[in-house]
C-alpha cells in the first residue's frame, strides 16, 4: 500500500526513497538480484571476495549479480545466474536448481534476490569478475569451512550472511561415493 511517496535522491543505480516517514533504496536499474549457491562435485563451495564500499572492507559472498543492468531489460532470472557465475568465478555449471527467492534487506530495501544451486562445475575461465570488480575466487572444501570463515574474519573481511544460510544448502548437493 503505496503511500505519500517523495525520491530523496537518485544515483546511477539507487533511489533513496522516504515514505510515511520510513526511508529506504529501490534499485532503478536491473529487474532484481540472483545468488549463487556453487558446488564441487569435490564437496567445495565457491565464494567470492571484493571491496565493498558500504563496509569499507572486504567481503565473502556467494556469487551474485543483477538481473537486467547490462542493457538486457528481459535478462531472465536463470540466464543472469549462469552469467554471474561464469563472470565472478570462471566456473560453468551443468545443472541449476532454484531454491528460493526472498527479501536482502526489508527494512532498508525492497530488492528480492532469487537463489540458485549450481552443481556439475567446470572451470572456463579464472572469473575475477568486470574490470571494475576485482573480484577474488575461493574454493572452500565444506569440510572445514567453519574454520575458514572464522580466519576470513579475524583478518578482517566480512562475511555475508547468506553464505552461512547456503552452507546446509551446499552439504545436501553433495552426493555420497558409490
Do not use: C
Amino acid at each position: 500500500m503505496a503511500g505519500n511517496r517523495e525520491v530523496l535522491g537518485t544515483g546511477n543505480y539507487l533511489e533513496l526513497v522516504r515514505e510515511d516517514g520510513w526511508e529506504f533504496v529501490e534499485r532503478n536499474r536491473g529487474s532484481g538480484a540472483v545468488g549463487i549457491v556453487p558446488v564441487t562435485d569435490a564437496g567445495e563451495l565457491v565464494l567470492v571476495e571484493q571491496w565493498r564500499a558500504a563496509l569499507d572492507g572486504q567481503s565473502i559472498e556467494l556469487p551474485a549479480g543483477l538481473v537486467g543492468d547490462e542493457d538486457d531489460t528481459d535478462e531472465e532470472m536463470l540466464v543472469a545466474a549462469r552469467r554471474e557465475l561464469e563472470e565472478e568465478t570462471g566456473f560453468h555449471a551443468e545443472a541449476w536448481t532454484h531454491l528460493y527467492d526472498g527479501t536482502t534487506s526489508a527494512g532498508l530495501t525492497s530488492e528480492t534476490v532469487h537463489i540458485y544451486l549450481a552443481t556439475g562445475l567446470t572451470r572456463i575461465g579464472e572469473g575475477g569478475g568486470t574490470s571494475h570488480e576485482n573480484i577474488i575466487v575461493h574454493v572452500v572444501p565444506l569440510d572445514g569451512i567453519e574454520n575458514w570463515l572464522a580466519a576470513q574474519r579475524q583478518r578482517g573481511a566480512m562475511i555475508d550472511i547468506k553464505v552461512y544460510g547456503a552452507l546446509a544448502v551446499a552439504r545436501g548437493a553433495i552426493k555420497p561415493a558409490e
